[in-house]
């Protein structure tokens, strides 16, 4: 069912993308980028690969049955023989031989090496699975970070937009009025280096968006001349985490120290198994024929002509080079570098989780903060232009009160933004990403 809908999905955003429709919501992006991400397909091949894997572990502990099969004539040329003094001449003679069996063969024990190999293969898959959700959440975070990105890029623009729009209306009545006498030369020539400014900062914002849109795109699996766009139906502010809560569940479900947990896990069974070489290998075998110089009888006369054979063998290398001993300690020290490494990685997630939490909750503050800034700033705007028609202002007040207006909105968009890229890391942090329905 599920893969029904991946394929009817990706059948709409073809039809999407053919016929131009090209507004993208978050979801669309993060299922176009799934149903067609290389890294995600090799890691589900490599899982399958790994269930496969399970099911040849379990050879290990079935007999083996072969059937064998073989037909001989031999043919002795004409001669002559000696007997009792004469030569006694002699024609060719041929003779045939058959000879048909089963045979069985089965290790009895071999150190525990069948058991640690077949809780390796199913540990290897568990660690593909593992990779797979990891892929997984990967791509999201990656997807929905480059989205944000490009909405932060986006009303960056609409504000450079807005200001340069302004710049253009100040620098209109400053020329009005300098006709009229009112202001100076000066006046207009630093009117005109505000809307060159004004028309500076909007190029620039114009590059960064082309830069994050492209972004997106090579995100998506989408070429960069595509034409491209994304809307949000609605800004929603990250939630307030706890921080021990969020370090819990980082612990527990962080995707990375997931799969070196399970490393781990596999790495002691490849010692284990390298240990099994330090006891003797015991296998039994048994064998049935039949064989005879005529095919009928060989074959059909089932209480003559047959043979059985039981084996038992006993092996254990004496001396192999210290090779065995060396090749334990090796699995050994391999074994114990995961503490090491899943202790560093929990002190990276803890600092990380904290990282972003605070600067998700700093991020809030200064979005309420610069709410009001807002407001103060397009006030003060308002009064600065009009004291500055009535005289009562200079020009230099007016873009003092333009810049910092500018910057108000600049920094509401980018404390906006930057909280919900936080929120998506620290998601990924804590393995709770789920792709959309």
Do not use: H
């Amino acid at each position: 069912m599920v893969g029904m809908k991946r394929v009817i999905f990706i059948l709409l955003i073809g039809q999407m993308l053919m016929y131009g429709a090209d507004s993208l919501s978050l979801k669309d992006c993060i299922k176009l980028a799934i149903s067609q991400n290389q890294d995600l397909k090799i890691s589900d091949k490599q899982l399958q690969m790994a269930e496969e894997g399970i099911r040849s572990s379990y050879s290990t502990v079935l007999p083996s049955v072969s059937f064998d099969y073989s037909a001989t004539r031999s043919t002795v040329g004409a001669g002559e023989r000696f007997y009792q003094g004469v030569y006694i001449p002699t024609n060719d003679t041929s003779s045939n031989y058959f000879s048909t069996g089963l045979s069985l063969n089965q290790n009895l024990y071999n150190g525990g090496k069948r058991r640690n190999q077949i809780k390796l293969a199913k540990g290897e898959a568990e660690s593909s699975r593992l990779n797979l959700n990891r892929t997984q959440q990967a791509i999201i975070a990656n997807v929905t970070e480059k989205f944000y990105t490009v909405l932060k890029a986006k009303e960056l623009l609409k504000v450079y937009e807005m200001t340069l729009k302004n710049s253009q209306e100040q620098l209109k009545k400053t020329e009005e009025m300098y006709k009229i006498g009112q202001v100076a030369k000066k006046d207009i020539l630093k009117a005109q280096v505000s809307e060159g400014e004004s028309r500076l900062n909007l190029i620039k914002q114009q590059s960064s968006m082309k830069n994050a849109l492209n972004d997106l795109k090579m995100a998506i699996g989408l070429a960069s001349d595509y034409a491209l766009d994304i809307y949000e139906d609605s800004y929603l502010k990250p939630e307030i985490i706890d921080q021990a809560v969020a370090e819990q569940k980082a612990l527990e479900n962080n995707p990375e120290l997931k799969s070196l947990q399970i490393q781990k896990s596999n790495s002691y069974l490849n010692y284990k198994i390298a240990q099994g070489d330090l006891w003797p290998s015991v296998n039994g075998s048994f064998s049935y024929g039949r064989d005879g110089s005529e095919i009928e009888r060989t074959y059909s006369e089932f209480d003559k002509w047959w043979r059985t054979s039981l084996n038992l063998n006993i092996s254990y290398p004496l001396f192999t080079g210290f090779n065995r001993k060396a090749n334990i300690q090796q699995k050994k020290i391999n074994y114990n570098l995961y503490d090491d490494q899943i202790e560093k990685k929990k002190l990276e997630i803890i600092s990380e989780v904290e990282r972003l939490i605070l600067t998700i909750n700093t991020n809030l503050e200064m979005i309420a903060i610069n709410e009001i800034n807002i407001l103060s700033a397009q006030e003060d705007l308002r009064l600065a232009q009009e004291m500055y028609r009535l005289n009562s202002a200079t020009l230099l007040d007016v873009l003092d009160a333009q810049v910092a207006f500018t910057k108000a909105q600049g920094n509401l968009v980018t404390t906006k933004y930057d909280a919900k890229i936080a929120e998506i890391q620290l998601a990924y942090l804590m393995g709770i990403l789920q792709q959309p329905e």
